[in-house]
């Protein structure tokens, strides 16, 4: 769980590990991001890719059950 050690372009940098998934989609949203995919990950794990018009594409990685935002990263 390594939220916090990634920064994402428009977002404040993170403080703690995980993110609830409301929390972490309202900030994305808000920043002006978009979900474009979703796909099984490791694990039984939920990987989630975010758009953007100005900023690279983004990765983030959710509990099985998607409750939990455990990371997100550029690709």
Do not use: C
């Not at 590990?17 to 409301?22: A, C």
């Not at 474009?36 to 594409?57: E, F, I, L």
Request: hydrophobic share 40%; glycine share 6%; charged share 15%.
């Amino acid at each position: 769980m390594t939220l916090d050690k990634h920064i994402i372009q428009g977002l404040a940098a993170f403080t703690s590990k995980t993110l609830s998934t409301s929390e972490f989609e309202k900030l994305m949203i808000n920043a002006g991001y978009f979900e474009v995919g979703t796909a099984p990950a490791q694990g039984g794990r939920v990987k989630v890719w975010w758009s953007h018009d100005n900023y690279p594409r983004l990765e983030s990685i959710y509990s099985p059950n998607k409750s939990i935002v455990l990371t997100a990263y550029y690709v």
